[in-house]
């Protein structure tokens, strides 16, 4: 069974294999990093993963940095393809950092509670920090080089807390689809994918949507029916098990052509057709990434499940819960149930409260949505269910009919207008900070 973490921020595997600079090579490299860089009693060492090109790079040229996030870093990140193309533009060094954690990124040599409790925002601001420093010292003609950063999602809110807390080390920073504010029951979230459902399918969309999903559940109920039997028998009850999770994904990170398409084949079903919602619904979710479970404690470099349950747990909250009448999901995941997680995973000490209290220290710690930094360029999709997360007045740029982070793939003549002026936006900004 598929964790319910495809909200957390991103899921990098949907993107579609857009083609980029085939002569843009990138090496694997590795820098030691202290394991607490706040005890300095506590001298053990690890090793940080980060891929690396000064292909295009000329001596003074700035450095560029694919900010990593809740996922192993991979070569020539399409998510993040506008990224490639300003490294050539502006003969950027370029360094894709890997979060600890994550990845081959390991401290520890298992996810074990008491190994987890490196698996600070703190700890990898610093790690981030000490990489730049070096990076300055180590290669020619940067020993004064302007810094950008680029983050989406997760990796856009690392972005957005670098320049709070290390504001000297960074020019500027671009930030996608980043939350900042952080709350213990995040129903907002579904209640957002509701009304992205209304506004691509209308009501009849949001419609099959609930109903489905209300007569999954009363049929889970019931001890024996035959109707559940058959769609067990189908092998088909997984899509319908995870219609909050198809659903969700196909908002966030779809565009707004897939979406109406996605909308229009809902709706073709009978009211009563069941079987078809079903196969329809697990075809969907075959294209959905497994993230890695909650418990497992061995390492898997792909996965990211348990260490960002740990994060949530520790901070960063937000759990997707269907608290709210106004969402389509009936009660499938009530608010204790996810919270409850933290507890199961990691101890008793994760009450409620105790949980809540870390929330409240993170938003105090780096200002919720008032982070206080200059030089930050924030963007956002207009359906993006983390919106209400972000920065989203006045001083983000809001784009229709994209997905999540789409405003950071490469350019392309196929871009709506408003993208367009968005990555322009970016590059504009960009310049200004290098050039100041």
């Keep these: ?23 843009f090579k990138e090496k694997p490299l590795w820098i030691r990093q202290k394991l607490d860089h706040f005890n300095k009693s506590d001298t053990r060492t690890w090793k940080m993963r980060y891929l690396a090109s000064d292909r295009y ?55 074990s509670v008491e190994n987890l409790k490196y698996l600070d925002i703190k700890q990898a601001l610093a790690d981030l920090a000490h990489f730049i420093r070096h990076k300055r010292k180590t290669i020619p003609g940067m020993q004064n080089a302007k810094v950008v950063l680029f983050g989406c999602s997760y990796a856009g809110t690392m972005s957005i807390y670098f320049k709070r807390e290390y504001p000297d080390l960074a020019a500027g920073i671009w930030a ?14 579904n209640v957002s994918i509701g009304k992205a459902l209304r506004i691509v399918g209308g009501d009849p969309c949001y419609d099959r949507i609930e109903n489905t999903t209300l007569t999954y559940l009363k049929l889970k109920k019931l001890k024996d029916n035959h109707i ?5 028998a189908k092998n088909i009850t997984k899509g319908l098990e995870e ?12 565009n707004r052509t897939y979406l109406d398409k996605f909308c229009k084949t809902l709706v073709s079903f009978d009211n009563n057709d069941l079987v ?17 479970s909650y418990n497992g404690t061995k390492i898997n470099h792909e996965s990211f499940g348990r260490q960002w349950l740990y ?9 997707q819960t269907t608290s709210s009448m106004h969402q389509p999901f009936g009660n499938k995941s009530p608010f204790t149930k996810q919270v409850d997680r933290c507890r199961k995973e990691f101890g008793p000490k994760y009450t409620i409260d105790y949980v809540n209290s870390k929330i409240d220290e993170m938003n105090v710690k780096f200002g919720g949505y008032q982070p206080g930094i200059q030089n930050a360029y924030y963007t956002f999709s207009d359906l993006d269910p983390w919106r209400l997360t972000g920065i989203h007045d006045e001083r983000a740029t809001i784009i229709p009919g994209i997905g999540h982070c789409h405003e950071m793939r490469v350019r392309s003549e196929k871009d709506w207008p408003a993208t367009k002026a968005a990555k322009q ?5 960009i310049r200004s900070w290098i050039n100041a």
């Excluded at 069974?1 to 002569?23: C, E, H, K, R, S």
């Excluded at 078809?276 to 890695?292: N, V």
């Design 1 to 23: 069974m598929q964790i319910q973490l495809y909200l957390i921020f991103g899921i990098i595997q949907l993107v579609q294999n857009v083609p980029l600079d085939a002569t």
């Design 57 to 111: 790079y000329k001596p003074g040229g700035p450095l560029f940095i694919n900010v990593g996030g809740e996922w192993e870093v991979t070569y020539k990140d399409v998510l993040i393809g506008l990224y490639y193309e300003l490294v050539k533009e502006f003969n950027a060094y370029s360094a894709c950092t890997e979060h600890r954690y994550y990845g081959k990124s390991q401290p520890r040599p298992n996810w």
């Design 176 to 189: 996608a689809g980043a939350p900042v504010w952080y709350r213990l029951d995040y129903s907002d979230g």
């Design 228 to 232: 559940l039997r058959d769609l067990k």
């Design 243 to 254: 219609i909050d999770m198809v659903t969700a994904v196909n908002i966030q990170h779809r």
């Design 276 to 292: 078809g919602m079903a196969t329809y619904l697990t075809k969907e979710l075959g294209k959905i990434p497994e993230m890695g």
């Design 311 to 319: 994060q949530q747990c520790n901070g960063f909250g937000n759990f």
């Design 425 to 429: 936006k970016g590059i504009d900004l």
